[in-house]
């Protein structure tokens, strides 16, 4: 199977992410739906070690159960 955790600044990855899908599809590997889309902005504006995103962490924790 194959999992998806992408990052930028706007889209967040998300372009990159849909390019690879196609190739992935191509290639006949199996793909989780979820993916985790990462925000540099808020990633680098949590300035301490509580849980930066909480969004992320929980669609970090859904990709890897269905892994």
């Keep these: 199977p194959v999992a998806f955790?992408?990052?930028?600044y706007?889209?967040?990855g998300a372009r990159a992410t849909?390019?690879?899908r196609q190739v992935m599809?191509?290639?006949?590997?199996?793909q989780v739906n979820t993916q985790v889309s990462?925000?540099?902005p808020?990633?680098?504006?949590a300035t301490d070690m509580s849980?930066?995103?909480t969004?992320?962490?929980?669609?970090?924790?859904?990709?890897?159960?269905?892994?």
């Design 18 to 20: 849909e390019q690879l």
């Design 10 to 12: 706007t889209a967040s």
């Design 55 to 67: 969004q992320a962490q929980k669609m970090m924790e859904k990709l890897v159960g269905k892994l």
């Design 5 to 8: 955790v992408n990052y930028g």
């Design 38 to 40: 990462i925000s540099l």
């Design 51 to 53: 849980p930066w995103n």
């Design 25 to 30: 599809v191509q290639l006949q590997m199996n």
């Design 42 to 45: 808020e990633f680098f504006a």
